[in-house]
């Protein structure tokens, strides 16, 4: 089977693709549907990041459920406890593997998350 893409970026990458029985979410970052960065801390640009990716996962009829592993950058790790609390809201059963560093990232945001589901096509 070959690889199939979701959706449109205005960067040159494609939100979700699915190879085989694997779907992987581009990183996500904190833009709500006006393309503008979601005011606020840790908290509330996690809470947009998830919904993003959850949204880039429903484009290859996946969810929350279907993903095995994420990677997280934090630009700050002192945000982690904060993160962490919402990240458990949105996997609150057998969570997915996951990757956590604290890096610089490409815009000026807090958190930006990538995600890998596997759903049997």
């Known amino acids: 089977m070959p690889k199939q893409t979701f959706g449109t970026s205005h960067v040159p990458l494609s939100p979700a693709v699915r ?40 484009l290859a009829g996946c969810t929350l459920d279907d993903v095995v592993k994420t990677t997280v950058w934090l630009e700050d790790a002192r945000d982690f406890g904060a993160f962490n609390a919402v990240y458990a809201r949105h996997f609150p059963k057998n969570p997915p593997a996951r990757t956590t560093v604290e890096s610089r990232l490409m815009i000026d945001i807090k958190i930006e998350v990538e995600a890998v589901a596997y759903r049997p096509a």
């Open 19 to 58: 190879a085989g029985d694997f779907v992987f979410v581009s990183g996500q970052v904190p833009v709500g549907g006006d393309g503008i960065v979601v005011k606020g801390g840790i908290t509330e640009q996690t809470e947009q990041v998830l919904a993003n990716v959850k949204a880039a996962l429903a």
